[in-house]
């Protein structure tokens, strides 16, 4: 195959191939308009994936991936520290964030109880959210897990957990589609969803 240019091209080009969204057309683009755009795009981008890969850190208290830990969430004080939103994934996390209905702290599980990948309440982190429930300054944890079989499973499993803290328990309700993740969501949909929260049965 005749070369078009050096391997350190193609290097970027299937590094960005792995980004979602990014299949190889759309790698080869992005990475021709950083190489028409070395200086106002470029440099600046290769200095700020070098500078947050060096300082990401998951916050011990909520799971977040950060810079800091405790993360900003978790520190910011005009936060409802009542209240705790938990979510599968950070995507949510920003996702629920941006539809600014809510505006409490998070827990981020990590993932969903799967019995079929072998996925057990060990695996998330599912007793650092139980330990948050016992200190007595959680009044209201919201499940905002996927509307899939394992978010709905998963959401059971933790409202019998949490039922002993007497922290009150309320799930997502209309507004997610069934089968949907709350990343693809838009912010509206996402914000009725949170407005029709109820207490999970
Ligand atoms: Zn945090």
Known sequence: MPRSHGSEIDTLIQLLAKLPGLGPRSARRSTLQLLKKRDSVMVPLARAL????????????????????????????????????????????????????????????????????????????????????ATGEVKEIILALNATVDGQTTSHYLAERLAEFGVKVT???????????????????????????????
């Open 50 to 133: 070098e500078q947050v890969a060096e300082k990401i850190v998951i916050c011990g208290t909520c799971g977040n991936i950060d810079t800091t830990d405790p993360c900003h969430v978790c520190e910011d004080g005009r936060r409802d520290r009542t209240t705790v939103c938990v979510v599968e994934d950070v995507a949510d996390l920003w996702a629920l964030d941006r539809s600014e209905t809510y505006r409490g702290l998070y827990h981020v599980l990590g993932g969903t109880l799967s019995a079929l990948d072998g996925v057990g309440p060990d695996e998330l982190n599912i007793a650092p959210l139980l330990a948050r429930a």
């Open 171 to 201: 799930a997502l309700a209309h507004g997610v589609p069934v089968g949907g993740e709350l990343d693809y969501l838009d912010d509206g949909t996402l914000a009725a969803a949170l407005k029709a929260r109820g207490t999970v049965s």
